[in-house]
């Protein structure tokens, strides 16, 4: 298949720049594999689960990646923390060159060299990232980022801190929905996927089997791969709420990954990782022909145009009854992206 393939034209005013009032007052498309569409809010999702179902969610914490300095000519420099490289260094992207070191704040700087930046700091280093930066909201939404966007851009699971980005799938959801899933007989489980750029990575070449995936971390306990199985066995369904949380799962059972092991360096700080945790990095791009191991639905937001999460989306239902059900969300007038509405495959 072609990247052209998932193009699609979507009205700037339907690009969602903040959240519904209430988590699960979002709408929601549902979308039947025999192509018959419903029209819900997000909290009527207990609706469409069965006792003995298993969900699956990414837990993973987003934290405020987004910094900024000032060089010694006074100028500011403003950069995106994508990846941990090596101690008091990582990986950063922005949007100019520039060599040189910054101040962020007291006790907080910086050298800068293109791509990566190494940091001085008093104290520790993520408490400093807390005090001084930015949710690293997507450029889509054009607004600078509010001290409540903390919270907005979070899961109220979130627990493990790593990602760049959120699984925003996971937005959606309230305590109180969970519990209502629970008191179904759905069992609800979380696995962690810590969301890096690669996730949001233009697609460059136009034939899909050409394009790479960046590797995201990821990890899953042991007691999850053995009640997906006994779920599995008994006929029941695995539920995934988001393309991150489906890539982790996927990611493993199909073998594609990298295993790391609990006192590796390669770990980026995971080293005190219990033993029953299977952990490892995951490059896997899903897209119509990939034959699920596991997820039989998913929850999942409205995608941006030519994105590997539309691809992943169009994988499980078919290319053509998700660009149907994108017309309607569209003539609808559905809110896209990070903080836009939901949509259900079943």
């Not at 190494?118 to 509010?146: A, H, Q, T």
């Not at 697609?203 to 394009?211: F, P, R, V």
């Not at 945790?277 to 896997?284: E, P, R, V």
Request: aromatic residues 12%; charged residues 25%.
């Amino acid at each position: 298949m072609k990247a052209a393939d998932f193009d699609f034209h979507l009205p700037e005013g339907l690009i969602a720049k903040k959240p519904s009032d209430k988590r699960d007052l979002s709408r929601l498309l549902v979308l039947h594999k025999n192509g018959k569409i419903e029209h819900r809010i997000f909290g009527n999702l207990p609706d469409y689960f069965n006792g003995g179902d298993l969900l699956l969610l990414n837990n993973t914490k987003v934290f405020p990646a987004r910094l900024a300095g000032t060089k010694p000519t006074g100028g500011r420099f403003e950069f995106l923390l994508v990846k941990k490289i090596g101690v008091d260094k990582w990986e950063i992207l922005s949007k100019g060159k520039y060599r040189g070191g910054i101040s962020i704040a007291e006790g907080f700087s910086a050298d800068i060299e293109n791509e990566t930046a190494r940091f001085s700091y008093s104290g520790d280093f993520m408490e400093n990232v807390w005090r001084c930066g930015d949710m690293p909201l997507p450029p889509y939404i054009k607004r600078k980022p509010v001290p409540v966007d903390r919270e907005w851009y979070q899961t109220v699971y979130a627990e493990k801190e790593g990602s760049i980005a959120a699984p925003t799938a996971g937005m959606h959801f309230t305590g109180e929905l969970i519990g209502k899933i629970k008191d179904k007989g759905v069992s609800v489980r979380c696995l962690t996927l810590h969301v890096g750029i690669g996730t949001f990575k233009p697609i460059k070449a136009e034939n899909l089997s050409e394009h790479s995936m960046d590797a995201e971390y990821f990890e899953i306990g042991k007691e999850i791969i053995e009640e997906i199985k006994k779920t599995k066995a008994y006929g029941k369904r695995v539920l995934s709420v988001g393309t991150t949380t489906t890539r982790a799962i996927e990611g493993y059972f199909s073998c594609k990954y990298s295993p790391i092991h609990r006192f590796s360096s390669a770990s980026g700080g995971h080293a005190d990782l219990p033993i029953q945790q299977i952990c490892g990095y995951t490059n896997i791009f899903i897209y119509p022909g990939y034959v699920f191991r596991v997820v039989d639905s998913l929850i999942t937001n409205f995608h941006l145009p030519r994105s590997t999460p539309l691809m992943l989306a169009a994988a499980l239902c078919g290319a053509e009854k998700l660009s149907g059900a994108y017309s309607i969300a569209v003539s609808q007038k559905y809110r896209f992206f990070s903080y836009g509405d939901a949509m259900l495959i079943l």
